[in-house]
């Protein structure tokens, strides 16, 4: 966020993003303060949402003055961001944990679909909470769309592959699949498991997974 003096995060934060501020908490205080301002902040916006949510909200639930919120973050969207960088890396993050070289390529799918839609249910309650923040915080559309582009360069780079090895035809386009993929992937799971509020992910691991093998044309048989 331009102008933000947020102090650094004690969070991951994801490939190619550079840290909001070189400033960090030089005690071991200082950081214990920052991470419970972020769990207090988290636990806050989950319950009241984005736009309902105030800074004395955060900092009681946080145990902490007023005053020590601004020392690590500018305002509440400051926070928010940072949360927002937190949860979407882990969402995203899970997916590079499958080799590239996994033998069997439809398992390789149904790995990647397990990962990422196990990571979506453990934060479905924050992406309420993004769901919110799209109308009311600008900077929401670009910070998601980074991890986006990763997920999406990653499924592109692996269609590739499996032309190259006979597996799907030359005639799909690569970027495109994985732009069809990779939106039908993050909307099924939020409709899943924010909308409707369910639980059993390996029926919707299965069912996404035939889609994908549909849509890219592999007979698993």
Same mark, same amino acid.
Do not use: C
């Given at each position: 966020?331009?102008?933000?003096?947020?102090?650094?995060?004690? +969070? #991951?934060?994801?490939?190619? @993003?550079?840290?909001?501020?070189? !400033?960090?908490?030089?005690?071991?205080?200082?950081?214990?303060? #920052?991470?419970? &301002?972020?769990? %207090?902040?988290?636990?806050?916006?989950?319950?009241?949402?984005?736009?309902?949510?105030?800074?004395?909200?955060?900092? $009681?639930? %946080?145990?902490? %003055?007023?005053?020590?919120?601004?020392?690590?973050?500018?305002? !509440?969207?400051?926070?928010?961001?940072?949360?927002?960088?937190?949860?979407? =890396?882990?969402?995203?993050?899970?997916?590079?944990?499958? %080799?590239?070289?996994?033998?069997?390529?439809?398992?390789?799918?149904?790995?990647?679909? @397990?990962?990422?839609?196990?990571?979506? !249910?453990?934060?479905?309650?924050?992406?309420?909470?993004?769901?919110?923040?799209? &109308?009311?915080?600008?900077?929401?559309?670009?910070?998601?769309?980074?991890? #986006?582009? +990763?997920? #999406?360069?990653?499924?592109?780079?692996?269609?590739? @592959?499996?032309?190259?090895?006979?597996?799907? $035809?030359?005639?799909?386009?690569?970027?495109?699949?994985?732009?069809?993929?990779?939106?039908?992937?993050?909307?099924?799971?939020?409709?899943?498991?924010?909308?409707? =509020?369910?639980?059993?992910? =390996?029926?919707?691991?299965?069912?996404?997974?035939?889609?994908?093998?549909? &849509? &890219?044309?592999?007979? =698993?048989?």
């Amino acid at each position: 966020m331009p102008g933000s003096r947020s102090s650094g995060s004690t +969070y #991951r934060l994801p490939r190619g @993003r550079p840290a909001m501020s070189d !400033k960090l908490p030089q005690t071991p205080h200082g950081f214990r303060t #920052r991470g419970a &301002l972020l769990r %207090a902040g988290r636990k806050v916006l989950e319950q009241k949402g984005l736009h309902k949510t105030r800074i004395a909200d955060v900092a $009681a639930e %946080a145990g902490v %003055a007023v005053g020590s919120f601004y020392v690590h973050f500018d305002n !509440k969207e400051d926070l928010f961001r940072q949360l927002l960088i937190a949860v979407e =890396d882990e969402v995203y993050g899970e997916l590079s944990t499958v %080799a590239p070289g996994t033998a069997d390529p439809v398992q390789r799918i149904l790995e990647t679909n @397990r990962l990422y839609l196990t990571a979506f !249910k453990r934060n479905s309650r924050f992406w309420r909470v993004i769901e919110e923040s799209v &109308l009311l915080f600008p900077d929401a559309p670009s910070v998601l769309s980074e991890r #986006r582009v +990763y997920y #999406r360069s990653r499924t592109e780079r692996a269609i590739r @592959r499996m032309q190259q090895s006979g597996l799907v $035809a030359t005639t799909i386009e690569p970027a495109a699949a994985a732009l069809i993929l990779g939106a039908m992937t993050e909307r099924l799971a939020y409709m899943w498991f924010v909308f409707d =509020d369910r639980s059993d992910l =390996d029926d919707l691991t299965g069912y996404l997974t035939r889609l994908w093998l549909n &849509l &890219l044309g592999i007979d =698993d048989r």
